[in-house]
């Protein structure tokens, strides 16, 4: 007697099995970053080039003569991630080649603040590439210094304390779906699946794709290395990072429906938010709650709202990402 | 202008082509994890030592022949267990606070049930003889774990057919007899010799005995009834309950008063007063403590309840009263539960001058049981840490030797015995104790490292609910033998093991593969391989094994 079954345990996560990260890269351990390359290239497959800018993974790649990816790899100024990814699908266009997918793989400083012109001029063009920000919430590589990606009230040896950080996050998804590109979600290291479909989702979308990916960063955040995927999940399930996607700028869908904890459970595994006070942490607790309702209200506009005009026929290729 | 650009015109461009696998980022790490299977919280309190996670993951795979198999490695009667064990597994399973505990009972009982090719197969034989005397659940144990050790075992039994107390104290409604039959042929075609109506000390001397085999184990058993010690017990309305029930479960049909009292509150109190209903007495139990305090399996006093056996809680028999020779009731006295006695339990104690009478025309006592040691020297004892008695080769089992009065424990303390024993015929020595039946589990698990919830990683299980066990209605078991709970079939069986976490045993989830940040993790063939060379040994796998397979130790270099 036996029973055939599709798949045993439907909570199990399946996932593509191919790898294209290699071991012996020289990321810490515990670092979210590695675990994101490596979801990011399951999705995408051989078919892809990577453009990296100076960030993390600059050095994790590894030093001459060793490379960690078995995809090609440029890596280019800070500033450039977005242009360069550009420029490759413009000559692989020119050799008309469109089975290549071409990601540019920066880190918050090269996307929130360095390199975010010149991400914007590419993102206005709606380059046909996908863009995908792993963000540790500072400029880990370069020693901790505070981004525009830096959360209120972090730590970071530019926002010492009793100086931390006053200001929120910048809210870099919602800039790029402001320009109305086809496009732009979050993911998390910690929900593989729905990464790995946003990456497959992407891909298959022309023009500008961007993901911003929530990455923890034992030694910037002051975290348990073993805890990584465990915080990621929790910056979820606290509400503090929801999972979503915007089409076109208009259409929000929130993807995964928070548990949502107290966001203590989510600081007190961080160093960087040890010396916080309840008055810090209630308004923490607050801005989530406010942040959550804005994003619903988003939500249910966008599917209230009629389709956008259609241009004319004749520049319908040129602005496609306005949509049918 | 060139026609294709090639590598070596782009010598001025830094290129890196080697793999980075040839750094060893494995030296950088002072823990590093393992895969170490630790044990399930429902497998440490199983007395019959049933690796039940693994079971279940073998039937949640759908390998249904194979996880029977794996369920009779060492315990002979599944199908029994699953019907009459109390299931002391479900109690503290990890699964409870996630849809309820998962069924066990129900699982065991569908494997034990599954036919084919489940039997292990016994080893080489030894030239070892060994003499089994009775035929419960300890004996069976111990007979099917010898045989299998390749040993050549007589089962003696001074009752006409197999099976102990199961055939003589269970009812049918809770175990029909074909499936003892089943399991009792299976161990018998395992060549297993079952000498039936041969009484210890009475056809067969035990000295004899002792001197034709190398080793003999003592299974007896409690069939002897405790004395009620009232007045007016002598009157022939007055049974024991053991010899009552054996007689109701034989087919045979005395007859009997209308109305009987059942004195007890254990399982053969329960088995009485419910198989006195379906003959056509309607009995009324009399208990001294509450139902709190009852020894009885807790889901047998409901059956009770919902059949409407009435129960008279906090009450002792003084004496049987009697009208012109014939019984008309059983003085009763009120009792109030005082301080706790030996048994953790809390003591009754009467409450004066609150005496009263239940009316009956028949009492049953079921007082709690004894082993009957007739024709057996007096000085065996009840065994040592290694179940030996005082003699040499001679050994117990069962009841006999803890008393613990449950089927389960008693299959249980067979597979121990087995095992000393089987020690004793190889090497002549004996172990400092019998091994725990965990402790003969073929496959490497911690047993020092218990699963608790906490362990478990709770963010990849989502509750699901604990399915329906139908029983027969109250109504339809009035006058029937039939069997109260219905089973399952192989769907209901492979969804209930889909349910179990597998606490602490690995199922090949791959959420240690999938995200370990190095890509040192790699799936072979039944389980995975670290990479050491490159394991920068995070811990990001031991934290996301959702049921703790996986540990974290120091490197030592």
């Known amino acids: 007697m036996s029973v055939e079954l599709a798949t045993y345990d439907p909570q199990n996560l399946h996932l593509p099995e191919e790898d294209l990260l290699r071991s012996g890269h020289l990321a810490c351990p515990g670092c979210g970053a590695a675990l994101g390359m490596r979801l990011a290239l399951k999705a995408l497959g051989p078919k892809t080039i990577v453009v990296i800018p100076a960030c993390c993974w600059a050095v994790i790649n590894g030093p001459y003569p060793f490379h960690a990816l078995?995809?090609?790899?440029?890596?280019?100024?800070?500033?450039?991630?977005?242009?360069?990814?550009?420029?490759?699908?413009?000559a692989l266009a020119m050799q008309g080649r469109d089975d290549v997918a071409v990601l540019a793989w920066a880190g918050d400083g090269g996307t929130f603040d360095i390199g975010f012109q010149s991400l914007s001029g590419a993102v206005e063009r709606n380059e046909d590439i996908i863009y995908v920000c792993y963000d540790n919430e500072a400029y880990m590589n370069t020693g901790i210094q505070r981004s525009s990606a830096t959360p209120f009230g972090a730590w970071t040896t530019t926002t010492p304390e009793p100086n931390i950080k006053p200001e929120p996050k910048k809210n870099m998804v919602e800039i790029l779906a402001e320009h109305r590109i086809p496009y732009a979600a979050t993911a998390s290291i910690a929900f593989p699946e729905d990464f790995v479909r946003k990456l497959q989702k992407a891909r298959s979308i022309k023009g500008t794709k961007f993901i911003h990916l929530w990455i923890s960063c034992p030694a910037g955040h002051k975290s348990e290395e073993r805890l990584s995927v465990h915080i990621a999940r929790l910056a979820v399930e606290t509400g503090v990072f929801p999972l979503y996607e915007v089409e076109y700028g208009t259409k929000y869908t929130i993807n995964h429906e928070p548990a949502f904890l107290d966001v203590t459970e989510y600081l007190k595994l961080q160093g960087r938010f040890r010396h916080l006070t309840?008055?810090?942490?209630?308004?923490?607790?607050?801005?989530?709650?406010?942040?959550?309702?804005?994003?619903?209200?988003?939500?249910?506009?966008?599917?209230?709202?009629?389709?956008?005009?259609?241009?004319?026929?004749?520049?319908?290729?040129?602005?496609?990402?306005?949509?049918? | 202008m060139a026609s294709e650009l090639r590598l070596e015109d782009l010598s001025y461009v830094p290129f890196s082509e080697k793999p980075t696998t040839a750094i060893k980022t494995g030296t950088w790490k002072y823990v590093e994890p393992f895969y170490q299977n630790a044990l399930p919280p429902c497998a440490a309190?199983?007395?019959?030592?049933?690796?039940?996670?693994?079971?279940?993951?073998?039937?949640?795979?759908?390998?249904?022949?194979?996880?029977?198999?794996?369920?009779?490695?060492?315990?002979?009667?599944?199908?029994?267990?699953?019907r009459v064990c109390p299931h002391p597994c479900e109690n503290p399973c990890n699964r409870e606070p996630l849809g309820g505990a998962i069924a066990v009972s129900m699982v065991e009982r569908f494997l034990g049930d599954v036919e084919g090719d489940v039997v292990p197969q016994p080893a080489p034989p030894t030239g070892k003889k060994v003499a089994v005397v009775g035929s419960g659940p300890a004996g069976l144990a111990a007979a099917y774990n010898l045989r299998l050790a390749g040993h050549e075992v007589r089962v003696f039994d001074d009752k006409p057919a197999p099976g102990g107390y199961l055939r003589t104290g269970i009812p049918e409604y809770r175990l029909p007899r074909p499936v003892l039959d089943r399991e009792v042929q299976m161990i018998a075609r395992l060549g297993v010799v079952f000498q039936q109506g041969v009484r210890v000390g009475r056809d067969v001397s035990f000295e004899e005995l002792r001197a034709s085999h190398d080793a003999v184990i003592l299974a007896l058993g409690f069939h002897k009834s405790r004395a009620l010690g009232i007045p007016g017990e002598d009157h022939p309305h007055v049974y024991n309950g053991v010899k009552l029930l054996e007689q109701l479960l034989a087919g045979e049909r005395p007859s009997l008063p209308p109305r009987m009292t059942v004195v007890g509150g254990g399982n053969t109190a329960m088995d009485v007063a419910r198989s006195l209903l379906r003959v056509g007495v309607s009995p009324v139990v009399v208990y001294r403590r509450t139902r709190a305090e009852m020894p009885a399996i807790a889901a047998e006093v409901e059956d009770a309840l919902a059949e409407?056996?009435?129960?008279?809680?906090?009450?002792?028999?003084?004496?049987?009263?009697m009208e012109?020779?014939?019984?008309?009731?059983l003085e009763c006295q009120r009792m109030q539960l005082g301080e706790p006695d030996a048994s953790g339990r809390r003591r009754p104690v009467p409450v004066p001058g609150s005496e009263f009478v239940v009316p009956c025309q028949g009492v049953v006592t079921a007082l709690g049981e004894v082993v009957d040691l007739e024709g057996l020297p007096a000085d065996l004892g009840t065994g040592d840490a290694r179940q030996a008695s005082t003699l040499l080769g001679v050994f117990v089992a069962g009841d006999m030797a803890d008393g613990a009065g449950t089927v389960t424990a008693a299959v249980g303390s067979g597979i121990r015995v087995a095992s000393v024993v089987d020690a004793f015929l190889k090497s002549g020595g004996l172990p400092v104790q019998a091994p725990t039946v965990q402790e003969l589990w073929p496959r490497q698990v911690s047993l020092r490292r218990k699963v608790e919830f906490s362990n478990l990683n709770t963010a990849y299980f989502?509750?699901?609910?604990?399915?329906?066990?139908?029983?027969?209605?109250?109504?339809?078991?009035?006058?029937?033998?039939?069997?109260?709970?219905?089973g399952w079939d192989v769907e209901a069986a492979v969804q209930e093991a889909r349910r179990c976490l597998a606490?602490?045993?690995?199922?090949?989830?791959?959420?240690?593969?999938?995200?370990?940040?190095?890509v040192a993790i790699h799936r072979v063939d039944g389980g995975f391989v670290i990479d050491r060379e490159h394991c920068k040994g995070c811990g990001i796998c031991v934290q996301e094994c959702p049921r703790s397979a996986l540990e974290l130790r120091e490197v030592t270099r």
Not at chain 1, 81 to 88: C, D, K, Q
Not at chain 2, 324 to 329: C, D, E, K, L, P
Not at chain 2, 503 to 518: A, Q, V
């Open chain 1, 278 to 324: 309840p008055e810090d942490v209630d308004f923490i607790r607050r801005s989530v709650a406010w942040e959550w309702e804005r994003l619903r209200a988003k939500a249910a506009m966008g599917s209230s709202l009629p389709p956008p005009p259609s241009p004319p026929r004749r520049l319908a290729m040129a602005v496609s990402w306005l949509g049918e």
């Open chain 2, 503 to 518: 606490c602490g045993t690995c199922n090949e989830c791959s959420n240690c593969l999938y995200f370990c940040p190095d």
């Open chain 2, 324 to 329: 012109n020779g014939a019984i008309v009731g």
């Open chain 2, 45 to 82: 309190a199983c007395p019959a030592g049933n690796d039940i996670s693994y079971g279940l993951l073998l039937l949640a795979k759908g390998q249904v022949v194979e996880a029977a198999r794996w369920w009779r490695r060492r315990n002979p009667i599944p199908a029994t267990l699953g």
């Open chain 2, 462 to 486: 989502r509750p699901l609910p604990r399915p329906e066990i139908h029983h027969l209605s109250p109504e339809l078991r009035r006058g029937s033998f039939a069997e109260v709970v219905q």
């Open chain 1, 70 to 90: 078995g995809v090609p790899v440029l890596q280019v100024a800070f500033e450039t991630a977005a242009v360069s990814a550009a420029g490759i699908r413009a």
């Open chain 2, 308 to 321: 409407g056996i009435p129960f008279e809680f906090l009450a002792a028999p003084v004496r049987v009263v």
